[in-house]
């Protein structure tokens, strides 16, 4: 039974001798064993997936993945970015500043800006080289951490509710146009981060990102991917309680 097979059947709760799937987000690390930097893992879809496969051999993982920074998107919004050679790619400068920047935001073309793209390759090499057998992971910026992204957290968070509702649908739409390119090129999987959601309150959240998530999720799901989502760390247990009830309804 090969990896696939195994993490299928551990979705539906059927067991296989004692597999629990292990899957360390492995980004710098799994650059410099295979003898290549931050920047050319960030940058090259192929550095990337062969990274990632070496440390699936290495160390007998459960599944590959194309996480490698936040900034995917946003640059196709238009933002700069600057590749550090042993660190995560930088925004320069946040693109949005008031309303009129969000309405002036144009819906991309995932397939045709460089960074979109150049994940959406990194799907079909995957499939090329592991030919199906390894269940292989998108990613996409939940809604609040890419409009974290485009105007700079501190100011997003302090932005009023039709600003901030308004911006997160523009992100919503590039979002599931990512997650479609995704798994049109054989994603079994898309991961959505929106950590930035343990900094926020119960109230804030459910107001704002829960129903948005609620809406990625299902969209996800309708395509025939599952999802895994990154929207706590060190969340307060109020938050986690919601999220978690999330989960339990939605995924």
């Known amino acids: 039974m090969n990896k696939g097979e195994k993490f299928l059947h551990f979705l539906a709760n059927e067991k296989v001798d004692d597999y629990l799937p292990f899957q360390p987000i492995l980004t710098h690390f799994a650059a410099r064993l295979n003898g290549n930097t931050y920047s050319e893992f960030a940058s090259d879809h192929k550095v990337l997936v062969k990274s990632n496969i070496k440390a699936m051999n290495e160390f007998d993982l459960d599944w590959v ?3 490698s920074d936040p900034y995917r998107e946003t640059s196709v919004f238009g933002a700069k970015i600057e590749f550090m050679p042993e660190g995560v790619p930088k925004c320069l400068n946040p693109i949005v500043k008031t309303i009129d ?3 002036a ?3 991309p073309d995932v397939y045709k800006a460089s960074r979109t793209l150049d994940r959406i390759k ?3 090499l995957y499939q090329k080289l592991l030919k199906g057998t390894v269940p292989v992971f998108g990613w996409i910026e939940g809604p609040l951490a890419e409009a974290c992204d485009l105007v700079g957290v501190g100011d997003m968070l302090m932005m009023n509710p039709d600003f901030s509702n308004f911006l997160m649908d523009r992100c919503m739409v590039t979002a599931k146009a990512f ?4 798994i049109d090129a054989g994603c079994d999987v ?3 981060g929106d950590a ?3 900094q926020i309150d119960v109230d ?5 990102v829960k129903e948005r998530h609620q809406e990625l999720v299902q969209y996800i799901q309708s395509l025939g991917a599952k999802v895994k989502m990154h929207i706590c760390v060190d969340t307060p247990l109020k938050n986690l309680k919601v999220m978690r009830q999330i989960s339990q309804d939605e995924f």
Do not use: D
């Open 65 to 67: 993945e194309l996480i």
């Open 101 to 103: 920047n969000v309405h």
């Open 105 to 107: 935001l144009q819906s």
């Open 122 to 124: 990194g799907v079909e």
């Open 179 to 182: 997650a479609s390119a995704q």
């Open 190 to 192: 898309i991961g959505i």
């Open 196 to 198: 930035i959601c343990s």
């Open 204 to 208: 804030t959240y459910e107001t704002f």
